[in-house]
């Protein structure tokens, strides 16, 4: 296991004090156990007592605490637990899928305008990241060739959500749900990038977006491991193919964007590579030949599009000297394992 090292480029000294809201999420306990190993301090915010007890259980750190945030989007949630920290990572989401949007957009951007008038009131924060997704930027859309830079948003998401009638939503599905969370998402995005361009803060803003997560999940598995756990069940996975990330290369970029002094003003793709089910299939049959997976089909297309993802690749290798991202075939086994160790009862967590 790579570890961090120190630069001249820190935005605050090590041992400062950074706020991971929603820390019991999926990505948001790597992140806060990834800014405890490279040496600062974390608080952490969760919607209850329990939740919080569970995760200083996870990270096991005595440079680790917690605030209970019941309701991210009631007025002044975040500025309590917001004092003395030098930044704020906000993963907070909401924790239903909806069909209505402004059940998913109300929430997320009063979330984030909460975090926003916190780090004004809180002379102490330099910086604030946000956690977006790619889905802001492009529907998946295997097959199809376009790139993805800063600039480019979701209208096909937009559209559908603004011209679907009532009687297709339906028939849509949970991926109408997806759709009505990337246009929240984009709202949300949006309202950030709005706010920094009319107000002079004391702070800088930078958005990670990224692909689906896969890897050796500290906490909830969360869509990506029970997607390959299905696999190895014997069902067929419903995630179109997209781009991918190992869990810990998003949040180490997410702890980097936080850091980093030369990094303001980012929107940064936490993207690795392009993957679809009868590849993670190969990779499974490898690693596991005697396992019965389902038929896939090596047909099946691929996403084509490109992506501006170097900035993350950057950052990953000068923070951690890593060479790049980790790659799908690594992450892969990594989520395996996590899988069969969850199933069979022995999970270990990661190693200090």
Known sequence: MLSFMPSEDLAFARGSLILVTGVSGMIAVHIADEALRAGFRVRGTTRSLEKGQAVTELLQSPSFDFAVVEDMAADGAFLEASEGASA???????????????????????GSMNV????EATSSVKRVVFTSTTGTAANPNPGSSFHVSRNTWNQTAVDLVKNTPPEDQI?????WKMQVYRVA????E?????YVEQNKSHFTVNVINPGL???????SIGVSGSQVLSLLEGSVPRIPSLYMIDIVDDARIHVAAAIDAKVTGQRIFACDEPFNWHLVTKIIQRLLPDAELPLSDPKEPLDISTIENGLGAKLL??????????GLEQS???TVEMCLERRNGDYKRRSP
């Open 332 to 334: 892969i086994q990594e």
């Open 317 to 326: 290798k000068k923070w951690w000297g890593q060479p790049g991202y980790k």
């Open 190 to 194: 949006l309202a950030v990038w709005d």
């Open 185 to 188: 998402k984009i709202e949300t």
């Open 213 to 219: 997560n896969f890897g050796k999940a500290m906490g």
């Open 171 to 175: 028939k849509m599905g949970f991926d």
């Open 116 to 119: 926003l008038k916190a780090a």
């Open 88 to 110: 704020i990572i906000h993963t907070a989401s909401i924790h239903d899928f909806s069909s209505n949007l402004e059940d998913v957009r109300g929430p997320l951007v009063r």
